[in-house]
């Protein structure tokens, strides 16, 4: 209840948030790439489901996560004034 969202979802959902001064918090790897969800998929492909549907749709949407990173990169340095000297 006291953190406070710094962005959402497509669906509205709390996606970044921040609570207290210098802590952050991401539902989700903002970095997430297609070659460490099949990494991860090929240690635990035995209970997987749909996995080839996952990478496509995860690799469709790379471009968009890369992208949506800038602005939240940005936002982190300035809320928490690292590049200030």
Known sequence: PAARVL????????????????AFGFVGH??????MVED???EFGDVVLN???GFDKLHSRQRAI???????????????????K
């Open 7 to 22: 962005a959402v979802d497509e669906d509205g959902c709390p996606a970044l948030f921040q609570v207290g001064a210098n």
């Open 30 to 35: 903002p970095g997430i790439k297609v070659a």
């Open 40 to 42: 991860l998929a090929m």
């Open 51 to 53: 996995l080839l549907e």
């Open 66 to 84: 890369e992208d949506a990173l800038v602005p939240i990169m940005t936002g982190l340095v300035q809320i928490t004034g690292w590049m200030r």
